[in-house]
């Protein structure tokens, strides 16, 4: 069996990883739960992204190793692609992952790769009275590192841009110690000239049809696996589920692809998966990047094992240990899948939740089924990161043998999955 260490592992890790198919192929290990769980403003400022990377590389050199994976945007990823170089042990590349997990120095690679597809933009201070030199309102602002869509919106004036970039001195305290680790890593391999990691970047707004398109690159070859269509809770900017496949015509999902493989060819990055966000503009047919993540989308790859027949973590494994990766469509047992997520969109606290015997029912009811709950009985709903205006309460992922039959068993298992919520006062 061959021994393989995953780091920062998340529940969508642990899930997918206890499969048989993994489970009685790899030995997996995990290492790095104190990053995500029990940190500290003392963790952060003692900690150095280098120092831990060589201790845990001097942990498991010797232990026979054959490869190194991390899921996560941040840091999994990073750490594992430094660890990984360190055993000398197949790699995405720290230095990509790090210029490509920073959303400025990302544009400026898609812009030399794919210029027809990237929008203009700009960087944009946030604690200063900087305003964007070029760009006209409006313009949509978000973080170089951030989490989800948390502060990041269409600016329409003065006085929205002044709002979302309003941090008290304890917010700023906080943004700056979670993002240390991060500007270490800016600081000794991104290059000279990279804005700060607590920077903004402003861009011209995009619109239209969005989509991931998943693939893995190996060896500097790309390979697409496919594309996931989002829609949205009607009038927000909240995902209701992500289905694949997505129903964009072949043609323009092929040239998706092809943008997408001259900016991860570009982009330096080997020997992993990605996922890249994109727009397509049914009324002129022009396509815009969004943001490239150079990691799997844990959340989607059951999609693909159900559709296609394998799991992106089979991918990334294979990846991880230097196998040759290969991918072929329609070899599942289902012809749709969908991630549905369930929201709420005015913070509650949770009286009780759907785990126990409900979420086993809908298991039993549909084999196979993943119920991810996010939160918890007792729990407020804004203690945890959300995107902006909504609350995640669970995520469902479901296959099915057509659309229609997706569509009709979320409607009969989102029902079975209730919560019970109480009103709260907006926290000032």
């Known amino acids: 069996m061959s021994r393989v260490l995953v780091l920062c592992p998340n529940a969508w ?18 290492a790095g739960e104190e990053l995500i769980d029990g940190l500290t403003p003392w963790n952060i400022l003692t900690f150095d992204v280098d120092r831990w ?34 055993l000398s042990l197949p790699s995405a590349g720290l230095r990509p992952v790090v210029r490509l997990s920073h959303k400025l120095i990302s544009r400026e690679i898609q812009r030399a790769a794919a210029p027809e597809a990237t929008p203009d933009f700009e960087a944009v201070d946030p604690f200063s009275r900087d305003m964007p030199r070029r760009l006209p309102y409006p313009y949509f602002l978000k973080p170089v590192k951030g989490t989800m869509s948390i502060r990041a919106q269409l600016v329409r004036t003065p006085e929205e841009r002044r709002a979302l970039l309003r941090f008290t001195l304890a917010e700023r305290i906080q943004k700056m110690l979670l993002l240390r680790p991060f500007q270490q890593l800016l600081d000794r391999y991104a290059g000279d000239g990279v804005a700060a990691a607590h920077y903004f970047v402003a861009e011209t707004p995009l619109s239209g049809d969005q989509v991931t398109v998943d693939g893995f690159v190996q060896r500097g070859e790309v390979t697409i696996q496919g594309v996931v269509h989002s829609f949205f809770y009607p009038g927000t900017m909240s995902f209701s589920r992500f289905q694949y496949p997505s129903p964009l015509a072949l043609e323009v999902q092929a040239r998706m692809g092809e943008v997408v493989t001259r900016v991860i060819q570009r982009s330096g990055l080997d020997n992993t998966c990605f996922n890249v966000e994109l727009f397509h503009d049914p009324a002129t047919g022009r396509l815009h990047l969004i943001e490239i993540n150079p990691r799997m989308s844990y959340q989607f790859c059951d999609l693909y094992e159900r559709v296609d027949g394998t799991s992106s973590y089979d991918v990334q494994i294979r990846l991880a240990l230097g196998q040759p990766a290969r991918w072929t469509r329609g070899g599942g047992k289902d012809r749709a899948a969908a991630s549905f997520v369930v929201r709420r969109f005015r913070d509650a606290r949770v009286l009780s939740d759907p785990g126990g015997e409900r979420t086993r029912q809908v298991k039993e009811r549909w084999p196979g089924t993943i119920v991810n709950l996010l939160a918890h009985r007792g729990e407020r709903l804004s203690q ?43 926290r000032r």
């Open 13 to 30: 890790d642990r899930e997918a990883l206890a499969r048989p198919a993994v489970r009685d192929v790899h030995e997996v290990l995990f």
């Open 53 to 86: 990377m060589d201790r845990t590389a001097a942990r498991f050199r010797g232990a026979g190793l054959d490869g190194v994976v991390g899921t996560g945007d941040y840091p999994g990823s990073m750490l594992a692609a430094g660890v990984a170089e360190r």
């Open 384 to 426: 945890h990161d959300q995107d902006v205006g909504s609350y995640r309460l669970a995520i469902v992922n479901m296959g099915a043998p057509s659309l229609e039959a997706l569509e009709a068993a979320w409607a009969e298992a989102e029902p079975m999955l209730p919560f019970e919520l109480e009103e709260v006062s907006p």
